[in-house]
């Protein structure tokens, strides 16, 4: 057996219902999935969808938040981390610098050549000076002014 379509009588057919020109295409969807149907025939559904969307606003305005501080974080710990670096290479070169005027204040002065090693014979006791004998105040003023006479090598 085959089934084959019959064809109605022209009389009998209605022309298809046209839709408005004021409707849109999801109009029907928005419709029946509309937030105020579903919270007529089931309240306890509905509070629960207000509360998952309520959550997950929270919890994308809480991500932002913390995104936004930890940018914020790390861009503050790359400039004190910059600053560290800055702050070593300075005190290497210090430390280079001072070793290289050391040798060179070694080298031009005559005493450390004439000096011996420190042993327990080789050392000397003597007694604290009394207050009387002492010689009148150093003027340190004078002794600075001496140290800015001196010209001073520039370079390494």
Do not use: C
């Given at each position: 057996?085959?089934?084959?379509?019959?064809?109605?009588?022209?009389?009998?057919?209605?022309?298809?219902?046209?839709?408005?020109?004021?409707?849109?295409?999801?109009?029907?969807?928005?419709?029946?999935?509309?937030?105020?149907?579903?919270?007529?025939?089931?309240?306890?559904?509905?509070?629960?969808?207000?509360?998952?969307?309520?959550?997950?606003i929270g919890v994308f305005?809480?991500?932002?938040?913390?995104?936004?501080?930890?940018?914020?974080?790390?861009?503050?710990?790359?400039?004190?981390f910059r600053q560290l670096?800055?702050?070593?290479?300075?005190?290497?070169?210090?430390?280079?610098?001072?070793?290289?005027?050391?040798?060179?204040?070694?080298?031009?002065?005559?005493?450390?050549?004439?000096?011996?090693?420190?042993?327990?014979?080789?050392?000397?006791?003597?007694?604290?000076?009394?207050?009387?004998?002492?010689?009148?105040?150093?003027?340190?003023?004078?002794?600075?002014?001496?140290?800015?006479?001196?010209?001073?090598?520039?370079?390494?």
């Amino acid at each position: 057996m085959v089934a084959v379509p019959q064809s109605q009588p022209s009389s009998a057919r209605r022309p298809a219902p046209r839709r408005p020109a004021s409707r849109r295409p999801f109009e029907v969807i928005q419709g029946s999935l509309s937030a105020r149907r579903v919270a007529r025939k089931s309240p306890l559904l509905a509070g629960l969808h207000r509360t998952a969307d309520g959550s997950l606003i929270g919890v994308f305005a809480a991500v932002l938040v913390l995104s936004g501080l930890t940018l914020h974080w790390q861009h503050r710990w790359t400039l004190a981390f910059r600053q560290l670096e800055m702050t070593r290479e300075q005190a290497h070169r210090l430390t280079e610098s001072t070793a290289m005027l050391e040798r060179h204040l070694l080298e031009r002065s005559q005493t450390p050549k004439q000096m011996v090693p420190t042993t327990v014979a080789n050392l000397v006791y003597l007694d604290r000076p009394s207050s009387a004998s002492t010689k009148p105040g150093i003027d340190h003023l004078a002794m600075l002014g001496s140290l800015m006479e001196r010209t001073i090598h520039h370079g390494y």
